[in-house]
């Protein structure tokens, strides 16, 4: 199973039963997605740029992105994958994905709204995908979400970074992959010095089977892909 960043919490997970694509925001991937293709599409919550985007492919004469669900733009290339961004647990093209529903703030939504954390199962590698997560887990949530080999991390959101190590120690995962939403450099580093690992080299892509997950908690960085 590969994972490659495009920016922020947009990630492809791509798998024998099939290509994954998460929180594909025209403002990230652009109004074409920019070759991104998948035969799913997750959204975790709502982008606040959506609007901003659906102007700005008006006034520029672009198409307009498709709006899908709960009014997430998506962008063409993506345009006939299948859409999910509710809880609850689908089987879609071979694959297997969880939805549990958790919040970009520690006050139920009230302040940030409702974010999804999805759990996939590609080649038996289990990947939680946190989405804009912005609080620490319940015993129910940790319940849904389960055993989770990858756990893909928002750095720069609502949790600081010694939130987010509290986070990562919650779910238990063997591989992490920091996602930081914006500029989140500083973030990052503290997250880094809280998980007690040096900063290495960012990698193109992260190739990982039930085989390979390490036995201690490893940090993989990803150098979103169309930045360099």
Same mark, same amino acid.
């Given at each position: ?36 293709? #998948? ?5 975790? %919550?709502?982008?606040? =740029?959506?609007? *901003? $985007?659906?102007?700005? /492919? ?69 990947? #939680? ?5 912005? %609080?620490?887990?319940? =015993?129910?949530? *940790? $319940?849904?979400?389960? /055993?989770?080999?990858?756990a893909c991390v ?58 390979s997950i390490p ?14």
């Amino acid at each position: 199973m590969e994972i490659v960043s495009f920016g922020e919490t947009c990630l492809r997970l791509r798998g024998r039963e099939g290509i994954v694509a998460t929180d594909a925001y025209p403002r990230i991937v652009g109004p074409t997605g920019r070759g991104l293709t #998948a035969d799913i599409v997750t959204y975790s %919550h709502t982008d606040g =740029q959506q609007t *901003l $985007g659906l102007r700005a /492919a008006a006034s520029s004469g672009k198409r307009k992105p498709a709006v899908k669900g709960d009014g997430h733009l998506v962008p063409t290339s993506l345009e006939p994958a299948f859409l999910l961004d509710s809880p609850g647990e689908f089987e879609v093209h071979h694959v297997l994905i969880t939805g549990i529903q958790t919040y970009r703030d520690e006050s139920g939504g009230s302040e940030r709204g409702s974010n999804i954390t999805f759990v996939y199962e590609l080649d038996g590698v289990h990947v #939680a995908h946190l989405g804009d997560i912005g %609080h620490l887990l319940d =015993q129910t949530q *940790l $319940g849904e979400i389960g /055993a989770v080999d990858v756990a893909c991390v928002p750095i720069g959101g609502t949790l600081v970074a010694a939130r987010v190590a509290e986070l990562v120690a919650q779910l238990d995962a063997k591989l992490v992959v920091p996602m930081p939403l914006g500029e989140a450099n500083g973030e990052l580093d503290r997250f880094l010095h809280e998980m007690s690992v040096p900063k290495g080299e960012p990698s193109a892509k992260l190739t990982v089977s039930s085989s390979s997950i390490p036995n201690e908690t490893t940090v993989a960085l990803l150098d979103p892909r169309g930045r360099t």
